[in-house]
């Protein structure tokens, strides 16, 4: 699913206050394509995606149909099918694994054989069988946030939107998600919308970062902007790019690497 922005500002509504998400937001997510949106405040662009919310100003086109706040609701065409929220079930209870995931196929109105969906949608992403008549609130916090993407691939959305997705793994799930991610955009041209992940976990998956701060873009670029020193100004450094930035300080050439075990090899072959 292609996304575009086009001249779109925002502003989240509560009723306590108001702010300015984006402004004059103007940029083109190409379908089959990972992109990482980071910055305060911004997971609130879930709803513009979800149609929940719709532009102050400007317009969001999604796969072709045009998103602006005078646009009735049956102008979207069914696009709300087509979009996917791996969203947060921690306080979800009384529902089982199956429970949860059946009724989120049939909000989608999915046809087919349930039971086997609901199956291939636990082996996706690594879950034994044997979790499906266990009630959601007796699981951890990570089984619970592979239980609910497991929901969202059930209906098989055109996007993905992750917020906060890596958070709680161990560095094994973690690359085995990275590869997931990777052929559901190269092998199914998957959109993936990731908001705010974790650098090392973003590596070698993102093809675009988008950073913003204060309704601007401050940073954007592929994922070579991961060594643009600036991006640090708003958040944390990881210790890759922090050890690599020491490195050429103190003198010494080193390659930029995305990938901790290259970086290894590297200095392995040095010692040598």
Known sequence: MEIIFNHMSYI??????SKEIVKELSLTIPEGSIVSFIGKDISCLKDLFLLKKRPNLGELVMN?????????INCYNGIDKAVGLVEDITSLKNKTVKEYIVSTIKTQEYEGDVEEHVKNSLKIVGL?????????????FTEK???????????NPKMIILDDFDYGFTAREQEYFKKLFLKLKNKFHKTILIFNGRIPFLFQLVDNV????KGEVKIRGDRQVFYD????????????????????????EINQY?????????LYRRIK
């Open 128 to 140: 034994s069988f044997s979790l499906l008549e266990r009630e959601i609130d007796t699981l951890s």
């Open 64 to 72: 072709g149909v045009k998103i602006r706040k005078t646009n009735h």
């Open 210 to 213: 988008y950073v913003i701060h």
């Open 145 to 155: 946030k592979k239980v609910s993407l497991a929901a969202t691939l059930s209906f």
């Open 229 to 252: 020193y600036n991006l640090y100004r708003y958040i944390d450094m990881p210790q890759i790019v922090s050890f690599t930035k020491y490195v050429l300080e103190s003198g010494y």
């Open 12 to 17: 989240f509504k509560n009723k306590l206050f």
């Open 258 to 266: 995305t990938d901790i075990k290259e970086l290894i090899k590297e």
